[in-house]
């Protein structure tokens, strides 16, 4: 059965502490891993991830994958509270499964 | 950057009753459009994908004659859940995918479905 897990749960940060948030993936047809962000509606994108060991950045997040070892991570550093947010990772092909997210609480 | 809509954005309705939610894609065309599920605090569920001017595929679980599913054009495609009851109150998102990067998918920012 297709899985992506997402670790931890939950996570509470003071601002400017750096994150690591964890996606492992065990899915039948890979091609890409998607990262999004996820306020109070829909998500938004972040990244979306290919290739193996290749380091994709925008500002202060970061995200890499390792096919070798079925996970990715996102980085993001200098947190802020707008960072605030649920972070949704996605594995598959043209169809993708979502894990349950990593909730994301930066206080000021 | 690609644009998808959805309306209402909040629907109320009584039990027993359908209600039909559209997702649109504003700025490309969308050949595939695919339909989540979310409940509280939970992650999104692929109910369907549907292709321009085909069936819809549904995930296992997912009652197709329940929701009902048309992607008649490029820009359009419609879910609609029939004889809704209570347990059916969830946030339904959409996304869709263009032909430029069949990998990437855009969301539209969902309908709160609550029926009583």
């Known amino acids: 059965e297709d899985k992506v897990v997402q670790s931890p749960l939950s996570l509470v940060v003071h601002e400017g502490d750096t994150v690591t948030l964890n996606c492992s993936y065990e899915v039948t047809n890979f091609r890409s891993l998607l990262w999004y962000k996820q306020e109070k509606k829909a998500p938004t994108f972040l990244f979306m991830l290919?290739?193996?060991?290749i380091e994709k950045k925008s500002g202060r997040l970061s995200s890499i994958l390792d096919k070798k070892e079925l996970f990715s991570i996102l980085n993001i550093t200098a947190t802020q509270t707008g960072d605030s947010a649920v972070y949704l990772c996605?594995?598959?092909?043209?169809?993708?499964?979502f894990g349950t997210g990593t909730r994301l609480k930066v206080l000021a | 950057g690609a644009v998808v809509s959805q309306h209402p954005s909040r629907v109320i309705c009584k039990s027993g009753t359908s209600v039909k939610i559209e997702c649109r894609s504003l700025?490309?065309?969308?050949?595939?459009m695919f339909w989540y599920r979310q409940f509280p605090k939970q992650s999104l569920m692929l109910m369907a994908t549907s292709n321009e001017g085909s069936k819809a595929t549904y995930e296992q679980g997912v009652e197709k004659d329940k929701f009902l599913i048309n992607h008649a054009s490029l820009t359009l495609s419609t879910l609609t859940v029939t004889s809704a009851h209570p347990e059916d109150s969830s946030f339904y998102i959409c996304?869709?995918?263009?032909?430029?990067?069949?990998?990437?998918?855009?969301f539209g920012p969902g309908t709160r479905l609550t029926v009583t």
């Open positions: 996605a594995a598959g092909t043209y169809k993708y499964i």
């Open positions: 996304s869709a995918r263009g032909d430029r990067d069949l990998s990437e998918q855009y």
């Open positions: 290919t290739s193996s060991g």
């Open positions: 700025d490309f065309q969308a050949t595939t």
